[in-house]
């Protein structure tokens, strides 16, 4: 099946700066990837998706990379803020019937420092 | 914006007993999971229902658990036989049909098993 890894599992950056998470991937039929932010307690909240036929996306200060050859994906949040703090996890998913379940990373605790 | 919501947000069950937790999609949703996260964990994959039946279902889903959609609003997932290793916090999501990707998940349920 697939096996998601992400890193860092911590990441702690300044106000303003850039922060990078990366995640590979194991199945190169996965074609849809996700990531999610959860805060302290609630619910993963979806935040930006990439589907395998595009390699990049961006939505404000966040934008996702996709590198199918290599299978591994990132996410990039510019101009951070202390509202940014929070887990992110990223997933994977094979598309197709009636399925598309989603396989986890372990997540990124990311604190934005004021 | 519609939400998917679940019910109850916090159950505390002894060793043994059966617990059902429930949850309503979003109203124009046709496909259903269960994923749990125990705590400080990845989000797993229980299960996924569609069409009144399930379409996958992971290792963790053993013999113990099972899902139903009683009514055209509720969709539930019941462990008979709880066992301390069930604590954690589940998740409901639901996602639109075919060609939309998107999973949109709920607040979770708290169990707790003692």
């Known amino acids: 099946g697939e096996n998601v890894e992400q890193h860092p599992s911590t990441l702690s950056v300044q106000e303003g700066d850039s922060a990078v998470i990366k995640c590979t991937y194991s199945?190169?039929?996965?074609?849809?990837f996700p990531w999610y932010k959860q805060e302290l307690g609630k619910r993963p909240q979806l935040i930006i998706d990439?589907?395998?036929?595009?390699g990049e996306k961006k939505d404000q200060r966040i934008a996702v990379t996709l590198n199918k050859t290599a299978k591994h994906f990132s996410l990039h949040i510019t101009e951070t803020q202390p509202e940014d703090s929070a887990v992110y996890f990223c997933?994977?998913?094979?598309?197709?019937?009636?399925?598309?379940?989603?396989?986890f990373g372990k997540g990124t605790l990311l604190t934005v420092n004021p | 914006e519609p939400e998917v919501t679940q019910t109850p947000s916090h159950q505390v069950t002894q060793m043994g007993q059966e617990v059902i937790l429930r949850c309503v999609p979003i109203?124009?949703?046709?496909?259903f999971y269960w994923y749990r996260q125990i705590l400080g964990q990845k989000v797993e994959f229980l299960v996924s229902?569609?069409?009144?039946?399930?379409?996958?279902k992971s290792e963790i889903f053993d013999d113990q658990f099972s899902v139903e959609r009683p009514d055209g609003s509720n969709f539930t997932l019941k462990i008979r036989s709880t066992k301390l290793e069930d604590s954690a916090m589940y998740f409901c999501?639901?996602?639109?049909?075919?060609?939309?990707?998107?999973?949109?998940f709920g607040p979770g349920t708290r169990l707790t098993v003692t």
């Open positions: 229902f569609y069409n009144n039946e399930i379409s996958e």
């Open positions: 109203s124009n949703h046709l496909y």
């Open positions: 990439i589907r395998s036929n595009v």
């Open positions: 199945d190169s039929a996965s074609n849809y």
């Open positions: 997933a994977a998913s094979r598309g197709g019937g009636s399925n598309y379940k989603l396989t």
């Open positions: 999501a639901s996602r639109t049909g075919t060609g939309m990707y998107e999973q949109y």
